[in-house]
């Protein structure tokens, strides 16, 4: 195979070009992996966006809310460790 042909994976990870398209994979992951990574909040919180490292997640009442801002850094951590980089650093919640 002739030296200028390149896997589009390889393209798609190192051209400066496509640096907004990842940033919007990474962050739609977050709100489609929500319920792997938390399986015990489906029922409690969902997902909603992710944007500029804030993960909003909606919580049916404000008690819930109160609740979960407790583990507001226990959710971005958990994330981060899931994914091995820092792609959360705040968690805002909204009803």
């Known amino acids: ?3 200028s042909f390149h896997r589009i994976s390889e393209i798609f990870d190192k051209e400066p ?3 907004g398209i990842r940033q919007i994979i990474k962050q739609s992951d977050i ?3 929500f319920g792997k990574i938390f ?3 489906i ?3 969902e997902a909603v966006k992710v944007e500029m490292k804030c993960l909003f ?3 049916p ?3 819930w809310r109160n609740e979960l801002k407790f583990s507001e850094q226990q959710i971005a951590k958990k994330i981060n460790n899931y994914y091995k980089e820092d792609r ?3 968690v805002r919640f909204i009803s």
């Open 39 to 41: 399986p015990d909040l």
């Open 1 to 3: 195979m002739p030296d």
């Open 31 to 33: 709100v489609n992996d």
């Open 61 to 63: 009442n404000s008690t």
């Open 17 to 19: 070009g496509l640096a």
């Open 88 to 90: 959360i650093k705040q």
């Open 43 to 45: 029922k409690i919180a």
């Open 57 to 59: 997640l909606r919580v």
